[in-house]
């Protein structure tokens, strides 16, 4: 079965159209993993959740920032500032939509192929079976009948290093701020939310979240997105898949059932520009 890991959407639908149709994608034969972020900032969010989620059991997505921004906005949490979101929050099928995005993991594990999928990394000082675990307590919250109560304290960027002994919303917080933020840490593990850039602009003591020298997943092959200023990484198990489609950049599927694995990319026209929100 061909398997293809794509990038941040972000609303991009028609370039997502686009990039299906290069991939002869086939949805009664293929699968789709998604890397999270399938809303915000882009022209069509409604029609691209709305796609991805009528894949059922032929499509796979992660939880991103963006995606856990869109469930604060309909909590009243945070104001939708364009018009993209508040599409969906006035959509007939909304409250469908936003529960079904819920339900979505931080976390994916193939064991036949291998490979794990999350949106923004996995924290350097975690193990994968440990990363799985702390997955799994965020996503029980945001099943639950208390999935507002995160929401409301989701925002922050402390705790910046992790603690076996954090409880409660700060121990959330940093599992969700490590799946779905996180791109600079030092060596001790503090994470940096405030730079954004490629490799080479962070501030020093700071390195990519995968260049760790502890790093205790260095054999487990990652797929990730989240970083579109990253650029080509040359770092074993690694592979990035946010190209910056909205922002002018590409649109990235890997196929990942087969090895070599393969990148296909289409150039995109963007909606947005660096520094617009």
């Known amino acids: 079965m061909p398997i293809y890991a794509i990038g941040d959407l972000q609303g991009c639908y028609t370039d997502l159209q686009r990039l299906l149709q290069h991939i002869h994608f086939n949805a009664e034969t293929d699968m789709l993993w998604f890397a999270g972020d399938l809303v915000n900032r882009g022209p069509d969010s409604l029609s691209s959740l709305r796609f991805v989620k009528s894949l059922g059991d032929s499509a796979i997505s992660v939880l991103g920032n963006h995606d ?6 309909a909590e009243g949490i945070k104001a939708a500032k364009n018009k993209d979101i508040a ?134 092959p990652i797929v990730f997105g989240h970083w579109s200023t990253l650029g080509q990484v040359d770092v074993e198990h690694i592979y990035p898949l946010d190209t910056g489609c909205v922002w002018g950049g590409q649109l990235t599927a890997l196929r990942i059932d087969r090895k070599p694995m393969q990148y296909f990319s289409i150039d995109c026209p963007g909606t947005k520009r660096p520094g617009k929100t």
């Open 87 to 220: 599409a969906i929050i006035a959509a007939p099928d909304c409250d469908e939509l936003l529960h079904w995005l819920r339900q979505r993991p931080l976390l994916h594990h193939d064991q036949q192929h291998t490979l794990t999928m999350v949106h923004a990394g996995i924290y350097p000082l975690w193990s994968l079976q440990q990363a799985q675990t702390h997955a799994q307590e965020l996503e029980a919250m945001l099943r639950s009948e208390r999935y507002h109560e995160f929401l409301h304290v989701m925002y922050g960027n402390k705790p910046a290093i992790w603690n076996n002994d954090l409880t409660g919303m700060d121990r959330l917080r940093f599992i969700c701020n490590s799946f779905t933020r996180m791109r600079y840490c030092n060596p001790k593990g503090r994470l940096d939310m405030a730079d954004k850039g490629a490799p080479g602009s962070q501030r020093e003591g700071y390195l990519p979240w995968f260049e760790h020298p502890q790093r205790k997943t260095r054999q487990d």
């Open 68 to 73: 856990l921004h869109l469930l604060a906005v």
